[in-house]
């Protein structure tokens, strides 16, 4: 019998690449209030449950090995609902951290954070996991968003040296793949410049270091963590700290850098038919980045190396000419 795993959260952009990766391995439960979209009906389970239910999520939790976590509000949401933001994020994160501890049949859990937790302004040095946390070292509209994910990692490393479960976290870059969310950069740049639009980076942002992933490495190192769990082979120890894992591409690149990668590559890729030009928005913001403040950071991915086996991953430009590259095939296709 394959072990289950559930996925909280699992109808979101993360949580369905991860349930589709795993279809082999595991038994995939999906715990969600919104549907599930995709493929994926008939293959994982899917219920319709509330994070901030704690009897339900105990009771959806019953028959699992493992848990993901993926549920998040995320911004612009947890600016314009905050208590939603607190109750889903944080007393939510309480609940399936209590509900596993009390299962003697689940042998841990998995948070999806984020590498928003170390900050983005003033970054210099190696990032480590021991980096640190720096909530207010963001734009103000993703203060929040910080905030919560910094209680998230908190609430669950403190229930990872209560416990003698493993409470692990693998800390994100922004994700990169097809089916990524609608608003984040990447998707606007590459629709806009596929519509032959302009591209559009912010003035105040555009020097700005991001720190990003591909979502099928993203897969990869969440199954490699899931079964070194199911299998012990995580250490227990009192530290819990070494239950987090960097997984981010070492080598930050800027939102400008990001716009010129789109714009060459639809240049490249349709033989010139589209040729976008990038128009910067000033927005009267004042900017926190300066030009080359990129070159004074890189990601420490050791621990994902050695623990999750992640050898390479996708660079930020591989990821965007893979996802033109399949815009444009499927625009082919409808178009024959």
């Given at each position: ?149 910094i209680t998230q990692e908190s609430i669950i490393r403190f229930y990872d040296e209560m416990s003698n479960k493993i409470y692990g976290i693998i ?151 893979e996802i033109i590259r399949k815009r444009l095939y499927a625009q082919s296709c409808l178009k024959n």
């Amino acid at each position: 019998m394959k072990p289950k795993i559930a996925i909280i959260g699992g109808a979101g952009y993360i949580g369905r690449s991860l349930a589709t990766h795993f279809l082999e391995d595991f038994q995939v439960k999906i715990l969600d209030i919104k549907p599930l979209l995709g493929n994926l009906e008939g293959l994982a389970t899917h219920v319709y449950s509330d994070i901030r239910n704690l009897p339900e999520i105990t009771k959806e939790l019953d028959d699992i090995d493992l848990v993901i976590h993926t549920a998040i509000i995320q911004i612009p949401l947890i600016n314009e609902n905050k208590f939603l933001g607190y109750e889903v994020n944080i007393t939510g994160t309480q609940n399936v951290c209590r509900a596993i501890r009390e299962n003697p049949n689940i042998k841990g859990m998995i948070l999806a954070g984020t590498w928003h937790t170390v900050g983005e302004i003033g970054l210099k040095g190696k990032i480590d996991e021991a980096f640190g946390f720096r909530p207010d070292k963001v734009e103000d509209r993703a203060r929040l968003y910080a905030l919560s994910k910094i209680t998230q990692e908190s609430i669950i490393r403190f229930y990872d040296e209560m416990s003698n479960k493993i409470y692990g976290i693998i800390r994100m870059g922004t994700v990169l793949g097809e089916g990524m969310p609608e608003k984040t950069a990447a998707n606007i740049f590459i629709e806009r410049g596929l519509r032959g639009e302009a591209i559009t980076p912010y003035k105040h942002s555009m020097h700005r270091p991001m720190l990003y992933i591909n979502i099928d490495d993203i897969c990869r190192a969440f199954k490699a963590y899931a079964k070194k769990i199911l299998n012990d082979e995580i250490e227990k120890n009192d530290n819990s700290l070494t239950h987090i894992v960097n997984v981010c591409y070492p080598e930050p690149i800027t939102i400008l850098e990001l716009a010129e990668i789109v714009k060459e590559t639809i240049i490249e890729y349709t033989s010139g038919k589209l040729r976008p030009k990038i128009e910067i928005v000033d927005k009267g913001i004042p900017s926190f980045f300066v030009k080359n403040e990129k070159s004074q950071i890189k990601v420490d991915i050791t621990r994902a190396k050695n623990l999750l086996k992640l050898d390479k991953l996708k660079s930020p430009e591989e990821s965007i000419r893979e996802i033109i590259r399949k815009r444009l095939y499927a625009q082919s296709c409808l178009k024959n």
